[in-house]
């Protein structure tokens, strides 16, 4: 039977990590001059926190060692999923990873991040889980790649400023007008896809870009948060209140994220419900 293995960025609440079986290998974020592993060294309410209170804030892509000592552990035949090659080097650490291993490795590009990634991965965790060849669940991971949708909004543009995600004068700018961005990811690339006066604008924003895209098909979605349950909630409640929800999850957003939104961002992941429609009951 194929094994999944994603990187921490594609954000899968750890339930459903221990309910298939899914490797994960975890990205590294380096806090004022301090290295952590996202899931390892650190909770993530204690990352957060250390973000919250940095000067300085980078991340790495795991190295293809890291890869490397998973799939020879699990071995066998591997999908690997992982965050947008256009914006981390993750990928391309899985794809060396995947030349040096004895095991048989398939790495996918989800161009994608948080559970917008890891919807596609826990599509193929579930055709993984009935035996399914790698062909087909490769084929599943892709065909939920063109129909997922992931938006989200920051509470202020000083992270990505400092990620170098968006220029100085353009945060400044923005921070002035207390304008909250809607960022999409478009083929693996984030962008600017709208703007909010609140956070709260934002997510009714984010509900209506969505209703536009899918009208009344049934959906999975996924509400991720930076210390900010109470939003989340307020959230899902939107999107039932205007979507056809099948299947809900909320979860705190991954670290390795939050470095470039900061704590407050907000970010939604919806796909048709009939990817995943093996995750209810």
Not at 60 to 84: A, M
Not at 177 to 198: T, W
Not at 217 to 230: G, I, R, S, T, Y
Request: glycine share 8%; hydrophobic share 45%; aromatic share 4%.
């Amino acid at each position: 039977m194929a094994k999944i293995v994603v990187d921490s960025a594609l954000n899968i609440p750890a339930d459903l990590l221990s309910k298939f079986g899914i490797g994960v290998v975890p990205v590294s974020l380096t806090i004022d001059g301090k290295s952590y592993r996202e899931g390892v060294d650190a909770t993530q309410t204690e990352l957060v926190s250390l973000i919250a209170r940095s000067e300085a804030l980078s991340t790495s892509q795991p190295s293809p060692g890291d890869f490397l000592e998973v799939y020879d552990q699990i071995g066998g035949d591997i999908v690997s999923l992982h965050i947008t090659a256009k914006a981390s080097g993750t990928h391309q650490s899985a794809v060396m990873a995947a030349g040096m291993t004895k095991a048989k490795v398939t790495v996918v590009d989800t161009a994608n991040a948080s559970m917008g990634g890891g919807w596609q991965a826990l599509a193929a965790a579930l055709l993984a889980e009935q035996g399914k060849p790698v062909f087909e669940i490769e084929a599943k991971a892709k065909a939920a790649k063109a129909e997922t949708t992931t938006f989200l909004s920051v509470p202020t543009l000083k992270y990505l400023s400092r990620s170098g995600r968006v220029g100085l004068a353009k945060a400044l700018l923005a921070s002035l007008l207390s304008v909250k961005p809607i960022l999409a990811f478009n083929d693996g690339v984030v962008e600017v896809v709208a703007r909010s006066r609140s956070m709260t604008g934002a997510c009714k924003e984010m509900t209506g870009m969505l209703k536009d895209k899918y009208g009344a098909k049934p959906l999975a979605v996924a509400v991720m948060h930076a210390e900010d349950a109470a939003l989340a909630q307020q959230f899902q409640g939107l999107l039932a209140k205007t979507l056809n929800v099948q299947l809900a999850l909320t979860t705190e957003l991954t670290a390795s994220l939050v470095v470039h939104g900061g704590p407050g961002t907000i970010a939604v992941a919806a796909l048709p419900f009939e990817y995943v429609k093996g995750l209810r009951g």
